[in-house]
């Protein structure tokens, strides 16, 4: 569970674990894909990913924990609130350190956007988008989800922004940033995207 992992990876850098709403955010009824399935597949990739220290895995840890634990689709600002989140209860557990660095990686999933230089960025990335590189069936089940959390968005104009937004996966060079994720996801990753592109326009 996403909260086991949390106040793991809150021990492992010396802070001292304290009960959280995590579940209780990712657990929301509006919720169809960002949910606790979700957390704790991010969680479980990323740490696959790159070779990290035992301290760069806890702070991956800790994001992905969090990265998605405000979620109103309302993006970027879904992202703020999760990495002042992040931040705050970070500093209760006394890991003021390390809190700007986890925000920051929560941030970097606005975007979706990282320095290939900073693997523990790069790791978390592609983890979170490892769904698009799923099989078609699990693929379809995720876009019907996130369409879900969208419902208030009318036909039309859910339309037009998903495909604004598939466009823009489909025309970067790369969708993910590590040879690992590359590797497992990439290719089955734009078969899914083009795919769903397609149905759009019909």
């Known amino acids: ?10 021990s492992a850098l010396g802070g001292t674990p304290v009960p959280t709403d995590l579940v209780a955010r990712y657990s929301e009824p509006h919720r169809r894909y960002h949910n606790l399935s979700h957390a704790r597949s991010v969680a479980r990739d990323a740490v696959t990913l790159v070779p990290l220290s035992s301290t760069e895995t806890a702070v991956l840890t800790l994001a ?7 979620y109103d689709a309302i993006p970027g600002t879904d992202e703020q609130l999760s990495a002042s989140w992040a931040r705050d209860w970070l500093s209760r557990s006394g890991l003021e350190p390390y809190a700007s660095r986890v925000a920051d990686l929560i ?3 606005i975007k979706h956007s990282a320095d290939p230089s900073d693997h523990v960025a790069c790791a978390l990335l592609d983890a979170d ?20 959390e969208y419902s208030a968005v009318p036909d039309e104009a859910w339309r037009t922004g998903r495909a604004r ?5 489909l025309e970067r060079d790369k969708l993910f940033l590590t040879p690992v994720g590359r590797n497992r996801w990439e290719g089955r990753a734009r078969r899914n995207v083009a795919r769903e592109l397609g149905d759009l326009s019909r």
């Open 129 to 148: 988008l490892a769904i698009l590189g799923s099989s078609p069936a699990d693929y379809d089940a995720y876009a019907a989800a996130v369409r879900q």
């Open 165 to 169: 937004v598939l466009n823009s996966l």
């Open 1 to 10: 569970m996403p909260d086991l992992a949390w106040h793991q990876a809150v």
């Open 107 to 109: 941030l970097m999933t």
């Open 64 to 70: 992905a924990c969090a990265h998605d634990v405000v």
